[in-house]
């Protein structure tokens, strides 16, 4: 009886695909993984276009950076990573031309407090040649109070998600106290 229930117990804990001897899946970075409830699939591996700001994708030059984002594409990443400080950011749309937006998912960011959030959103929207950006973070939160201090840029956010133009939201946290 105890060897039964120490066998159950361990058949219940392994993964279904130890228990049924399958081999588990092999995991890639090009898999599409879920972003939490949120029903988008990003690929795990996405393509950063701000290294040191963007100053050393600008040093390819725009055809070039335009070459790397193509070459990324073709290698399976779907996932870009954008911001609108990023020195690459007014390449981005000449980037990603011809590349099927359906395929794409397209993160960016705002830091700070601009004066006019949904001004901010509609440059972001205009300069990737885009109705709608996947995921839009409030950038580089540092304080406590990062959710009053932000707060007009918090509620322009939840405006343009309601609006369609922002399927998701977060926030990208830089050492809170």
């Not at 996405?46 to 950076?65: I, S």
């Not at 397209?106 to 700070?112: H, P, R, V």
């Amino acid at each position: 009886m105890g060897r039964t229930l120490a066998l159950t117990g361990a058949a219940i804990a392994m993964p279904r695909a130890l228990a049924t001897g399958a081999e588990p899946p092999l995991r890639t970075a090009l898999d599409r993984v879920p972003l939490g409830q949120t029903g988008l699939r990003p690929t795990r591996l996405g393509m950063g276009t701000g290294v040191h700001n963007g100053e050393r994708l600008v040093a390819l030059g725009k055809p070039g950076f335009t070459r790397l984002v193509h070459d990324a594409y073709d290698r399976g990443i779907r996932y870009f990573d954008c911001a609108g400080q990023y020195k690459t950011f007014p390449w981005m749309a000449d980037a990603l031309d011809g590349l099927p937006r359906e395929e794409l998912f397209i993160l960016s960011k705002i830091w700070g407090t601009p004066a006019d959030p949904r001004k901010e959103i509609e440059n972001h929207l205009r300069n990737f040649k885009t109705d709608y950006i996947d995921c839009m973070l409030v950038h580089c939160a540092v304080r406590d109070d990062w959710t009053d201090e932000r707060r007009a840029v918090i509620d322009a956010l939840l405006q343009a998600k309601a609006d369609g133009k922002l399927r998701a939201l977060g926030v990208s946290c830089h050492s809170l106290p």
